[in-house]
T-cell receptor, first 116, second 118 residues
Framework: AQSVTQLDSQVPVFEEAPVELRCNYS??????LFWYVQYPNQGLQLLLK??????LVKGINGFEAEFNKSQTSFHLRKPSVHISDTAEYFC??????????????FGTGTKLQVIP | DTGVSQNPRHKITKRGQNVTFRCDPI?????LYWYRQTLGQGPEFLTY????????KSRLLSDRFSAERPKGSFSTLEIQRTEQGDSAMYLC????????????????FGPGTRLTVL
């Protein structure tokens, strides 16, 4: 079984400042890793994913994340946030050997509040 | 591509009533997923369809829950004898198949159906 820990439930940050949202995972097998964003009253949108290869993954809206296998982490970063980045962010993990489909396990989410 | 749609967007019901939600996936997607999201939590996997076949059900899906995808297109999720603990956002997602043995393609999520059981 796999699990995801997002230690920060809320992260306030001033506009144009950098931000890092932390994510740690636990799994007995190799995994795929994802970050999703959820705006109020909307579904989830994929920001970026790590499947293999380069450990630095770039996604939409200027976000990037780095896979660190030794620390079992997949932290999300953005060098300069905008008001429009205010949303809830979910880290997620999928077992590589889940039978060819994504059974995704989500973290509890981090609410990013960008302060003007 | 109009995205994944879900109806209704909101449902308020009294305890003990039955409710049914509908999900229309992206038309060419053969994979469909249901998730439940409670306040302050991330989405939790409920069940998965490939075409019309329901291939996996979570232990979260009690006997009061049933999901169908009769023609491999839209799907319904029914909850019988609702309880207050069923209050949550029910999310549907769909994806197209990826390479064999691979992770599949990105799951596209609908806006969800928010259920409130009084």
């Amino acid at each position: 079984a796999q699990s995801v820990t997002q230690l920060d439930s809320q992260v306030p940050v001033f506009e144009e400042a950098p931000v890092e949202l932390r994510c740690n995972y636990s799994s007995s097998v190799s995994v795929y890793l994802f970050w999703y964003v959820q705006y109020p009253n909307q579904g989830l949108q994929l920001l970026l994913k790590y499947l293999s290869g380069s450990t630095l993954v770039k996604g939409i809206n200027g976000f990037e994340a780095e896979f660190n296998k030794s620390q079992t982490s997949f932290h999300l970063r953005k060098p300069s946030v905008h008001i429009s980045d205010t949303a809830e962010y979910f880290c997620a993990v999928s077992d590589r050997y889940s039978g060819g489909y994504q059974k995704v396990t989500f973290g509890t989410g981090t609410k990013l509040q960008v302060i003007p | 591509d109009t995205g994944v749609s879900q109806n209704p967007r909101h449902k308020i019901t009294k305890r003990g009533q039955n409710v049914t939600f509908r999900c229309d996936p992206i038309s060419e997607h053969n994979r469909l997923y249901w998730y439940r999201q409670t306040l302050g939590q991330g989405p939790e996997f409920l069940t998965y369809f490939q075409n019309e076949a329901q291939l996996e059900k979570s232990r979260l899906l009690s006997d009061r829950f049933s999901a169908e995808r009769p023609k491999g297109s839209f799907s319904t999720l029914e909850i019988q004898r609702t309880e207050q603990g069923d209050s949550a956002m029910y999310l549907c997602a769909s994806s197209s198949p990826g390479l064999a043995g691979g992770p599949g393609n990105e799951q596209f999520f609908g806006p969800g159906t928010r259920l409130t059981v009084l």
